[in-house]
Nanobody
C-alpha cells in the first residue's frame, strides 16, 4: 500500500517559519520525483515545489527565495522548509508522488493545514 503522511503544519504569524515533512512508504522512493502542492479555500490546487530523484528542485514563483524542498532518501522523506511565511501562504499542503515511467498513478497525502496570521 502506497502511503504518504504529512506533518508539520500549524498556525503561525507572518514572518515565521514551518517545516513540513512527508514520509513515504509502499514505493521505491529513490525512483520518484516528489512534490508539494497547496490549495487555499476557493482556489485551485497549485504547485509549490518539486524535487527530482537527482535532487534538482523547482519552485513556484510565489515561493522562490522563501521555501526550500529537500529529500532524505534513507528516511524516505521529503521536506518543505517554509520561511518568511505570508498570509497568502495559508492553505492545505499536500505531498505528491510525481507520475513517471516508474509511477504511473497519482499518489497524494491527506494534507496538512498551514495557517499564517497577520
Amino acid at each position: 500500500q502506497v502511503q504518504l503522511v504529512e506533518s508539520g503544519g500549524g498556525l503561525v504569524q507572518a514572518g515565521e517559519s514551518l517545516r513540513l515533512s512527508c514520509v513515504c512508504s509502499g514505493i521505491n522512493f529513490l525512483l520518484n520525483d516528489m512534490g508539494w502542492y497547496r490549495q487555499a479555500p476557493g482556489r485551485q490546487r497549485e504547485l509549490v515545489a518539486t524535487i527530482t530523484r537527482s535532487s534538482s528542485a523547482n519552485y513556484a514563483d510565489s515561493v522562490k527565495g522563501r521555501f526550500t524542498i529537500s529529500r532524505d532518501n534513507a528516511k524516505k522523506t521529503v521536506y518543505l522548509q517554509m520561511n518568511s511565511l505570508k498570509p497568502k501562504d495559508t492553505a492545505v499542503y499536500f505531498c505528491h508522488i510525481e507520475r513517471s515511467y516508474f509511477t504511473q498513478v497519482d499518489y497524494w497525502g491527506q494534507g496538512t493545514q498551514v495557517t499564517v496570521s497577520s
